[in-house]
């Protein structure tokens, strides 16, 4: 067996590694990396005795002769490359030559292969679904890809999701990976504003580098032994961690806190993060993996314990008073760009109104745990009572309206046709035969556009101009959108009316539709 890897010296890659020179079955296992990337040697230190079965390929995603010398021979493609936040929103323009263009110059190279072809496994990402809460805090493959206003990642990984289901690479499959624990946890989200756009009442599923890594090992070996064509290729899943690893922002940060000796309200004020904008979910039909390749093993409680373990001298903040943890660990990033008291200061109207619904609404937010509605302490946003464990019951979960039977595998003409209308926009195509069929589709601005039955039904994709450009303008969409303004509205007032963009620059933008 022949694989080619992408993304290798991430951290669902190094775990990814680890698990596939594991089967005995792996002869190759070439991984395409940057030149100057630091882990390059990582990986070779730490599989001195596979190191006759690594061949790195130094080179970019979005070099075409780089992707032909990698997936040359090989019997499956996996792509786990992507430029994640915070270095998305540092560095936009790498998020787009990886995420977009890197992924679309791949599927071609793979395309171009008539004769055994390898299978692509390409992993997407829970942030396509953009910001729920308390009144939708589930969501399912199909679900509405509502990516949150200036998060170019999700756009870009948006836009190379939706090459991926439209091309015509004979087995392909897309995974979209949910919230993951990793071993740079800390260090990762103590660097960067970018912690601060996590809303304390935000829905995150959790799960570990090491399982995702399992995942895809399994995949492999499940393949090699029997058929998956009915089950697992040509589709789109999601990558759950299980309903124990169902937590909120404020649970995870809390949760990381504990190891030394304290409490997200010991360390956080409610004005410190955003309140809508963000990305996370609780995936309903997060079981479909597992139950193929039984891959999940490992709960956020046991990640941290083994994580405090590893990492003894944050003990030592239990010694140390919290006001000056909160002082020189959390506060000094209030200087980073990407965090919300800089927009604040300097007065980021675009982004204000992004993750908070404008600079009033921010104002009016307490600095006192006793004035701010939390879903662990059984109120919603709005501070209606509600019961936190009823709402992280599967049986009771509130799902939407999809327009049709999302459960069933046949889908009807008459189905198309009433997704297309909810959607307010039309299918122009006559003729229906199987789900995989490219279809002729117009939406509600009369831009007639060409997509597979499977990627609106099954998959939620339905083009916008953010399948073209970095513009967000589900303000407008949602008028009309009967699909998007079931999400849209729960964050969102019905009469907001702003267009979000990214200038030449990448800069956020803003302006009144």
């Given amino acids: 067996m022949k694989i080619a890897l992408t993304g290798a010296t991430g951290n669902m890659g190094q775990a990814t590694v680890d698990e596939l020179l594991k089967i005995e079955e792996v002869e190759k296992l070439k991984v395409l990396v940057l030149e100057d990337d630091k882990h390059t040697k990582k990986i070779f230190k730490r599989h001195k005795k596979d190191r006759n079965k690594i061949e790195v390929i130094c080179g970019n995603l979005a070099d075409k002769n780089a992707c032909e010398k990698l997936v040359d021979k090989a019997d499956y493609v996996i792509n786990l ?131 995702s890594g399992r995942l895809i090992a399994n995949i492999l070996k499940e393949d090699a032994s029997k058929d998956l064509s009915k089950t697992f290729w040509k589709r789109c899943f999601n990558i759950g961690g299980g309903t124990e690893n169902c937590l909120t922002g404020y649970d995870t940060l809390n949760d990381g806190f504990k190891i030394i000796g304290g409490s997200a309200k010991d360390f956080f004020e409610p004005n410190f993060n955003a309140t809508r904008n963000f990305h996370g979910v609780w995936f309903y039909d997060g079981e479909k993996l597992d139950n193929l390749f039984h891959y999940q093993t490992q709960k956020a409680e046991d990640f941290w314990a083994h994580f405090a373990k590893s990492h003894r001298y944050f003990k030592l903040g239990k010694i140390v008073p919290k006001s000056l943890i909160k002082k020189i660990a959390i506060k000094r990033l209030f200087k980073n760009p990407n965090s919300v008291k800089y927009w604040f200061d300097h007065d980021d109207q675009p982004k204000l109104f992004a993750y908070f619904g404008g600079k009033e609404s921010y104002q009016k937010i307490s600095n006192d745990w006793k004035e701010f509605n939390l879903l662990i302490d059984g109120k919603d946003e709005n501070g209606r009572e509600l019961d936190y464990l009823l709402l992280k019951t599967k049986e009771k979960a509130n799902m939407i309206d999809y327009g049709f039977d999302i459960s069933k595998e046949d889908v009807t003409l008459e189905d198309l046709k009433n997704v297309a209308a909810l959607h307010g926009g039309k299918l122009l195509s006559k003729n229906f035969d199987n789900i995989y069929q490219k279809l002729e589709w117009c939406n509600s601005d009369g831009q007639k556009f060409e997509a597979r039955a499977y990627s609106i039904l099954k998959a939620g994709h339905w083009v916008n101009n953010t399948y073209f450009d970095n513009v967000w303008e589900f303000d407008r969409l949602a008028k009309t959108d009967k699909i998007y303004s079931q999400i849209w509205y729960d964050s969102h007032v019905k009469n907001e009316d702003k267009y979000y963009y990214l200038d030449e620059n990448f800069t956020a933008r803003m302006k009144n539709l």
């Fill in 81 to 211: 490359a992507a430029v994640i936040p915070p270095h998305s929103d540092k560095y936009p323009e790498k998020a787009v030559e990886c995420n977009e263009i890197g992924v679309k110059t791949l599927v071609g190279v793979i395309e171009k292969i008539k004769k055994n072809q390898p299978k692509l496994i390409h992993t997407s990402t829970v942030a396509l679904y953009g910001n729920r809460n308390s009144l939708h805090p589930w969501a399912q493959v199909g679900d509405p890809l509502l990516v949150s206003p200036f998060d170019i990642y999700s756009a870009t990984k948006l836009r190379g999701e939706f090459c991926v289901l439209e091309s015509d690479i004979e087995n392909w499959v897309v995974l979209r990976q949910s919230a993951m624990l990793h071993k740079n946890m800390l260090s990762d989200n103590m660097s960067d504003g970018l912690m601060f756009h996590t809303c304390f009442n935000a829905p995150l599923e959790w799960v570990t580098a090491e399982d």
